[in-house]
Each structure stands twice: as structure tokens, then as C-alpha cells.
């Protein structure tokens, strides 16, 4: 009669067999190439285009931890001023840059370009209700969707 443990190392001695056998099936069953995500090309006219636009995106990203200090301050005639003075440009910059990138990049900015021109609206709401809460959960957005916006952007 076999032991017990003489039996379990056969098990595990064709168990461990079966493994390599499934595992060398599947890894050869595999296409070979890796199925990795290439970078979108662009043609020099769409990397200039959104290198003009990109600075004035850049300045109102950089300019807008002065409406957290307005919004803190409470301030609301000046944040109003500042969502129709210095980031009034910002809608026309950025669907420039849209407009120039990779196709499988396009919506996902102009997405993040719609929430965050949704939560500028949302802030000059507040602002005109004078609702510091508000105010502050929407700049907060803001923050979000103008880094992932500014992340889609290739580096030229």
C-alpha cells in the first residue's frame, strides 16, 4: 500500500505537470505582440496650433488660486468679475486645442473642458447667491478637470 504522502506528491507531481502544460498553451496560444497602447501622432500644423493656445490655457490655470483667495475672502462681485474677465478667453483657448488633438483623445477633453466650464457657471452662481459652500466644492472641481484637461495635451 502507498502512504498518504508518497500519493500526495503525485498529485502535486502531475498537478504541477498539468500547470506547465496549460500555461505553455496559453502563452503560445498569445499573439506575440504586446498589446500596448501607441501615442497619437500629430502633424506639425496641429502641435503648432495647440502650441499657440496652450500658454493662455497654461496663465488662466495659474490664475485661478486667485479665485480661491476672492471665494475665501467672500468677495462675490469680484469673483463675477474674474469668470468673465480673465477666464473669458479660456472657453475659445481650449476648444482650439480640442480641436487639434488625436481622435481618442478629443472627448475626453471635451469633456473635462464641459465639467469645467459647468462648474465655472456653478461658482458665478454661487457667487451671485452668495454661497461660500458652493463656491468652494465647485472650485474644487475646477481644479480637477483643468489638470486632467491639461494632461491630455501632448508634450511637444
Sequence with gaps: MVSKKRMMARYRSILGLILAVVATFTISCGSGTAATKSAPSYTAAQIEE??????????????????????QQRQWVDVGT???????????????????????????????????????????????DADYQQAVTNFRSVLQEFDAFLNLIPKA
Design 82 to 128: 474674474f469668470m468673465h474677465g480673465p477666464m473669458g478667453d479660456l472657453r475659445r483657448n481650449m476648444n482650439r486645442v480640442v480641436d487639434n488633438l488625436a481622435p481618442q483623445d478629443k472627448q475626453a477633453a471635451r469633456e473635462a473642458a464641459k465639467d469645467l466650464f459647468n462648474d465655472l457657471v456653478r461658482i458665478d452662481q454661487a457667487a451671485k
Design 50 to 71: 495647440i502650441g499657440r493656445s496652450l500658454p493662455a490655457i497654461q496663465e488662466q490655470r495659474d490664475r485661478i488660486n486667485q479665485l480661491q483667495t476672492i471665494i
